[in-house]
């Protein structure tokens, strides 16, 4: 059965005390918007649809790529108000889903669930029983336990306060009913709004089946309207990450202590140490090793790695069998090949690094193709900016550079040069050449050192 899925984000969030719209904050490294867009695309046969209001232009400009039909609520009076302004961009046939910008936890499962019992004469709402169910709305239902209404706290009498079935604002209506029930619709209500809710005592006032799903637990369907709950969803997330990380072969030594920040892909047996944090789209390989304090960004790493701590990496390619770290640095456009090294404080940039190839200490590689099994000496950096334009320096295969070189791009070294250590190297070394640039050694005798006046 198609679906229409209304996504609501035209709310200001004024508890957020931000200059952004609230589903902009971000829950795992992505805009809470975006999660739920995600997750209601995965759902086959659907078009999106998604209401903004305050701030919509950086809502839209920050969604565009999921392609939903935008449809603006500046003045927001309810969530029926919402689904009213969707209402003339609605199929004919199908149904509506509604989800909201705001409960980025919700999964797609649990929508599955809910389409599964989707037909033209059912509307399908998703319920939730807790121990405290101040603030929300009501379920209500008769002698025979088929849900009747649903009344929002502010308008339930004693006894429907009482109710702990709540309604997580999650439904799933046939549009077939749908459109003549939203023009229904009326403020007559203690916030003066108009409620999607009230749909469902007109679904069974017109004989319309309404059926209830749950999802698996609170934090799927809780919303946020502070930093305070958007902290609460985070740490959430993070432990259900934490979880199924283990659960496809990761060890974690401090479950507690990781961040995934979008899609982290591991191999068997690798192991995270404590208070790594992992953005955009990562790929760790089987066997890998990560110590404690990495950031990793946006990279693939290959099978059995060493990856020591304090290192960060960035939009780069990582072979198998490296060695990294401690306190290194691979920024955007690094590759290193299997089996490379790459030691304490050196800092890469755009930098192919060849098989077995190891810089180890206190180094700058940048705008450089190494071949394989270059060893370069502590303090080695390739000078790659002349103030306007960055070069490229070439190293050649069993190049061997001595401690405090300064290689001058552009500039190439030929296989299996040899460059003395302290050396400022501007012209190509040829094949199996010493390479050598520094002054001559003078030493005097009987030196007075300077004194203090």
């Keep these: 059965m198609s679906q229409d899925i209304v996504i609501l984000a035209a709310g200001k969030g004024s508890r957020m005390k931000s200059a952004f719209s609230k589903v902009l904050h971000k829950v795992g490294g992505i805009a809470m918007v975006r999660r739920v867009l995600a997750t209601a695309n995965t759902l086959p046969e659907s078009k999106l649809h998604l209401v903004v209001g305050y701030q919509g232009e950086q809502v839209e400009a920050n969604c565009q790529d999921f392609s939903a039909n935008v449809v603006w609520q500046n003045d927001p009076r309810g969530t029926g108000d919402a689904l009213r302004r969707v209402a003339p961009f609605l199929q004919e046939n199908g149904a509506t889903l509604t989800l909201y910008g705001d409960v980025p936890l919700i999964r797609a499962s649990t929508l599955q669930k809910m389409s599964a019992l989707s037909n033209p004469e059912t509307l399908v709402l998703l319920t939730i029983s807790l121990d405290n169910p101040t603030g929300y709305g009501r379920i209500v239902r008769d002698e025979q336990g088929h849900v009747t209404a649903i009344v929002e706290q502010k308008d339930a009498t004693e006894p429907q306060l009482a109710i702990k079935e709540v309604n997580t604002g999650i439904l799933l209506a046939p549009n077939k009913h749908l459109q003549g029930w939203l023009a229904e619709l009326t403020n007559n209500n203690a916030q003066g709004e108009y409620y999607l809710t009230d749909v469902i005592a007109m679904a069974a006032r017109d004989g319309v089946k309404i059926v209830t799903v749950n999802p698996e637990n609170e934090a799927e369907v809780a919303g946020v309207n502070d930093r305070v709950q958007l902290a609460a969803l985070e740490r959430e997330l993070q432990s259900q990450q934490a979880i199924t990380l283990m659960q496809n072969g990761a060890t974690l030594l401090d479950p507690s202590r990781i961040d995934v920040r979008g899609e982290l892909l591991t191999g068997n047996d690798v192991v995270i140490d404590v208070n790594c944090v ?176």
Aim: hydrophobic share 35%.
């Design 278 to 453: 992992f953005e955009g789209k990562v790929t760790l390989g089987s066997g890998v090793e990560i110590g404690p304090n990495c950031h990793l960004k946006n990279c693939t790493v290959g099978d059995n790695t060493i990856i020591k701590s304090n290192t960060l990496i960035e939009e780069s390619d990582v072979g198998q069998y490296c060695d990294i770290g401690p306190f290194a640095r691979l920024r955007p456009g690094t590759k290193l090949s299997n089996k490379a090294k790459i030691g304490n404080f050196v800092e890469t940039k755009k930098a192919i690094i060849g098989e077995g190839s190891k810089v180890n200490h206190l180094s700058y590689i940048g705008d450089t193709k190494m071949g394989a099994n270059v060893n370069v000496g502590a303090g080695t950096i390739t000078c790659n900016y002349d103030g306007v334009n960055k070069h490229l320096t070439q190293v050649a295969d069993n190049v061997f550079i001595g401690s405090n070189s300064s290689l001058v791009a552009p500039v190439q070294v030929a296989e299996g040069a040899t460059i003395a250590a302290g050396s400022t190297i501007t012209k190509q070394v040829g094949e199996k050449q010493l390479a050598f640039a520094r002054a001559r050694q003078t030493n005097k005798d009987n030196w007075s050192k300077p004194v203090k006046k």
